[in-house]
Antibody
Framework: EVQLVESGGGLVQPGGSLRLSCAAS????????MSWVRQAPGKGLEWVAN????????NYVDSVKGRFIISRDNAKNSLFLQMNSLRVEDTAVYYC????????WGQGTLVTVSS | DVVLTQSPLSLPVTLGQPASISCRSS???????????LNWFHQRPGQSPRLLIY???NRGSGVPDRFSGSGSGTDFTLMITRVEADDVGTYYC?????????FGQGTRLEIK
């Protein structure tokens, strides 16, 4: 059974940083692109970033370029999202998803950016 | 970026009746590799999204055959033949043919 478990969310002040983690199991992690998708309170889904199997290619939505960094540790079947210079509008539930096409999703972790 | 426009945004349906959701793309979604990367997801209130349809018309694991997807180019449709109470929630389309991947704005299905 595929499992994706996110952690690392919380309350942070504007301008602060947070690092999200996603522990993957139940599939061959090294065979898949991995993605982060977010959902602001009461809003729709927004793709944030993805990373190739070997970590050699990453892509970001324009609104987070230069502030967020996606990475992975294939030895530990883990995905990360380093979020810097956080803004109020980054407040959302952040989901880890398997593949570019988001075949499976985690339960999400809430990030709240507020003073 | 590719814009996906879903309609309707709100869909009241009587139990047992069919339902249809449209997803129209601002650009054609046929990839140079011959595939069309258009997926549909269902999100129940308070839950994570769940894959329903991938590659336009392929049902995800465990998805009932009441759900079907169709379309090509820029016009795509999700059909539910007989709506059940468990189908309430929001439905999203996603394209990953073009970078960055983009979602439709969502269609909220409710039972009349």
């Amino acid at each position: 059974e595929v499992q994706l478990v996110e952690s690392g969310g919380g309350l942070v002040q504007p301008g602060g940083s947070l690092r999200l983690s996603c522990a993957a199991s139940g599939f061959t992690f090294t065979s898949y692109w991995m993605s982060w998708v977010r959902q602001a309170p009461g809003k729709g889904l927004e793709w944030v970033a993805n990373i190739r199997q070997d970590g050699g290619e990453t892509n970001y939505v324009d609104s987070v370029k230069g502030r967020f960094i996606i990475s992975r540790d294939n030895a530990k079947n883990s995905l990360f999202l380093q979020m810097n210079s956080l803004r109020v509008e980054d407040t959302a539930v952040y989901y880890c998803a398997r593949g570019v096409t988001a075949v499976d999703w985690g339960q999400g972790t809430l990030v709240t950016v507020s003073s | 970026d590719v814009v996906l426009t879903q309609s309707p945004l709100s869909l009241p349906v009587t139990l047992g009746q069919p339902a249809s959701i449209s997803c129209r793309s601002s650009r054609g979604l046929l990839h140079s590799d011959g595939n069309t990367y258009l997926n549909w997801f269902h999100q129940r209130p308070g839950q994570s999204p769940r894959l329903l349809i991938y590659g336009v018309s392929n049902r995800g694991s465990g998805v009932p055959d009441r759900f079907s997807g169709s379309g090509s180019g820029t016009d795509f449709t999700l059909m539910i033949t007989r709506v059940e109470a468990d189908d309430v929630g929001t439905y999203y389309c996603l394209q990953s043919t073009h970078r960055p991947p983009t979602f439709g704005q969502g269609t909220r299905l409710e039972i009349k």
